[in-house]
Structures are given as structure tokens and as C-alpha cells.
């Protein structure tokens, strides 16, 4: 059974900085895609970085480039979210999740924030800023 437990979520100033842990276990199926989604209350929930694990793409929703970078750490199964540069916009829960790359060239880029795409979903972490 696979299980995707988050960590790292927190209160932090506007400008400040978080780093989210997502570690993966009973995961068989070779390499896939992992990312973070979010949602904010009253909103609906949304990609915001994605790893083809392994392989090494990544891709970023445009509110995020510049300032979130993700990144795995092979030997542990665990994919980080690090965030930098915080404003009230990045406030919500944080979710980890994973689903099998397309086959044929897609990979994790194919529609990578559908969240109807997603197979596996942790029980997400609380970020919240203040100012």
C-alpha cells in the first residue's frame, strides 16, 4: 500500500522561507511522478510542482518559478518542496502526490496538475503567513 506522509509545514513571515518533506513508501512501480498541490480555504486545490523521479524533469506552476524548487533524495524515497520568498498567496494546505508517468513521452509533464490524475495523496501540511 502505498502511503506519502508530509512534513515540514509551519507558520513563517511573508518573505521567509519553508522546506516540505514528502516520504514515499510501498511504492512498486518504478519511477513517477511527485509533487505538491495546494489549497487555500474557499479555493480549489491546485499543482504546484511536480518530479519525474528518477528521470529528472520537474515542472512549476507559474506563481511559483523563481522562488519554490523541488527536488528528491533517491536513497529515501523523499521529495522536498523548498520555498522561498513566502507571501499571503502561498498560504494553504500542502499536499504530496504521486501517479504513474505517461507512457510514450508524456512522462510528468502531461497534464501534470489535473488532480483527477493523481493516484496517491498524503493527508497534507498546514503553511500559513503571516505578516
Known amino acids: 500500500q502505498v502511503e506519502l506522509v508530509e512534513s515540514g509545514g509551519g507558520s513563517v513571515q511573508t518573505g521567509g522561507s519553508l522546506r516540505l518533506s514528502c516520504a514515499a513508501s510501498?511504492?512498486?512501480?518504478?519511477?513517477?511522478?511527485m509533487g505538491w498541490f495546494r489549497q487555500a480555504p474557499g479555493k480549489q486545490r491546485e499543482g504546484v510542482a511536480v518530479?519525474?523521479?528518477?528521470?529528472?524533469?520537474?515542472y512549476y506552476a507559474d506563481s511559483v518559478k523563481d522562488r519554490f524548487t523541488i527536488s528528491e533524495d533517491k536513497g529515501t524515497n523523499t521529495v522536498y518542496l523548498q520555498m522561498n520568498n513566502l507571501n499571503a498567496e502561498d498560504a494553504g494546505m500542502y499536499y504530496c502526490?504521486?501517479?504513474?508517468?505517461?507512457?510514450?513521452?508524456?512522462?510528468?509533464?502531461?497534464?501534470?496538475?489535473?488532480?483527477?490524475?493523481?493516484?496517491?495523496w498524503g493527508k497534507g501540511t498546514l503553511v500559513t503567513i503571516s505578516s
Open positions: 502526490a504521486a501517479r504513474k508517468p505517461v507512457v510514450g513521452g508524456g512522462g510528468c509533464s502531461f497534464r501534470w496538475k489535473d488532480v483527477a490524475r493523481v493516484e496517491y
Open positions: 510501498g511504492y512498486t512501480g518504478g519511477n513517477k511522478c
Open positions: 518530479i519525474y523521479t528518477g528521470v529528472g524533469p520537474r
